[in-house]
């Protein structure tokens, strides 16, 4: 069975000016991230744009990842989509091509608990790859208790969940009862990590994957002195960067340190001039004055 775990960057899904995917500009990421040692990759989630994107471009975008990746590490492909059939067209699509598991947002509109139920058993049921489901209450949706997330655990081939909460207390229970969980808040990795966490899984790990590697691998030691500070100095740079569009900033930061990512897509924005300058302006006060950022 494979071992689910670790540091899996959310990965960016870089484009040109036009919305089309940039290939270049993804190996040379996966590159950059492989070589700060990453455990793998989470491919189009929310972070890379999967839900803005066409199924035709995600085939290509996941194609393009699992060609550029060592045997050894784990891809993640998120196969969520605008309706049950193409997210298991996207799951035969990554089975076919070499991923290590599949992960699916819930679907989009407003269910109740047992109809998202019976959309990840039948994604379930439609692939051998191991499946991770999706909890972030904040985003709504209908999974809520610990006993609805079992319930999800226990569907065949579902392995566990990507975790976007801050309530550790759950995780622990989840991590208990034997199912992967891979935290999903870059800001608090280090105490889902320390609640039992086997990884995390972010977009902020595509801008410092080596302090993100370092964290883990200093929680996996018991260095958590040494995490907590590794985690404060990754929030120096997510509290500036959460005072812009997130999204926009990320690709704006990726830019200045050498990887065009072009644009977001919409409904999401770039950063306009002045929001770029004032985003520069603060990292150049921080502890991330000297590093890749400050490039252009
Ligand atoms: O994938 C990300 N969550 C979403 C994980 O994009 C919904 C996190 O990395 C957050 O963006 C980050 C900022 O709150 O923790």
Known sequence: MTQLHGILPALITPFDEAGNFNAKSCERLLERLYDADVHGVYVCGTTGEGLLQTVAQRKTVAECVLHNSPKD???????????????????????????????????????????????????AESTDLPLLVYFMPAGGGAISTVAQMLELCALPNVRGLKFTDHDFYKLSLLKESGATVFNGYDEVLCAGLLMGADGGIGSFYNLVPELFVRLYAQTQTGQWAEARATQRRINELITITLRFPMFGAIKTMLGWSGIDCGTVLPPRRNLTADEARELQRQLSQSVFADAVFARS
């Open 73 to 123: 590490r784990q891809v993640m492909v998120q196969v969520g989509a605008a309706c049950l059939s193409e997210a298991i067209e996207l799951a035969r699509h990554a089975a076919q091509h070499g991923a290590a598991s599949i992960s699916s947002l819930p679907p989009a509109g407003f269910y109740s608990f047992a109809e998202v139920a019976a959309y990840y058993r039948a994604l």
